[in-house]
């Protein structure tokens, strides 16, 4: 297996474009937009882009919306034209399942009060982080929430922050978004994966396969989008997409094609899973997880 992964995975993922030919990325490149890509050589396709509804900046944010149909799980990528609801979204037909992702960079400074807008038009509930925001000495993302029991003014909207429990490889915290001016209030949770080492990928899965179930657990059946970012929003954010859709196929006893659901968010979002390191990692992740049990086909899926 080990000798498989570092001779044969580079290879396949060499066989995948990074960015979808034909697909444009000009909005990011506008004079405008520049100073709100984290990375100059990230950016959203044109056609997939979240649009901010409301933002006195103008309607850019560096995050991608996806419709992914799974027909007879041959994948039939559809792009919908905004203003979609969904950033990935995967159906599984004849089980009920369907899950949304918008899939984004971590936030700058600058562009935080533009990331709780989204998360406030999108409907957003729950926001995966992947990320720290300090990683070997760079900033990787900042942070864009206030800390426990303090208030914070992002634009229109006020957070504040009403609980936060960390535990040796993940934090969790609660939020109240205020809309200050139509006064509606609503919560967001915020569930941050710590574990990751600076470079590579962890050598033990067993702590990112129990985050990736509480993520699962926390949104059960929800159907608003949950907000995914890693510091570029591409490398560990395709690598929980793919874990949780694998995980959801396996459920559904249908088979997993991990290269084809890669194949399929870089429709949508350019270059998500960045190496083949981290391709590896989700396949043997996917393969611990089942051969321990904790995923396994769902009882009312088992006789098919």
Known sequence: MVWFAHHFVPLLMKQLYRKKPGMTMNDCRLPQNLNKNRYRDVCPYDATRVHLNSSPTGDYINANYVNVNFIAFIFQPTVVP??????????????????????????????????WLMVWEQLCTHIVMLTTTIERGRAKC???????????????????????????????????????????????????Y???????????????IAFVDEVRRARAGSVDPIVVHCSAGIGRTGVLILMETAACLVEANEPVYPLDIVRVMRDQRAMAIQTAGQYTFVCESILRAYNDGIIKPLAEYQKR
């Open 82 to 115: 905004y203003p979609s609801l969904a950033s990935f979204q995967m159906e599984i037909p004849s089980s009920g399942i369907v899950n949304r992702y918008i899939a984004c960079q971590g936030p700058l400074a600058h562009t935080s009060a533009d990331h």
């Open 142 to 192: 900042h942070q864009y929430w206030p800390r426990l029991h303090e208030s914070h003014e992002y634009g229109r909207l006020l957070v504040t922050c009403i609980r936060d429990h960390e535990t040796p490889n993940c934090s969790y915290r609660e939020f109240s978004v205020k809309d200050r001016t139509s006064k509606e209030e609503r919560r967001v949770t915020q569930m941050q």
């Open 194 to 208: 710590t574990a990751w080492p600076d470079h590579g990928v962890p050598d033990d899965p067993q702590h990112f």
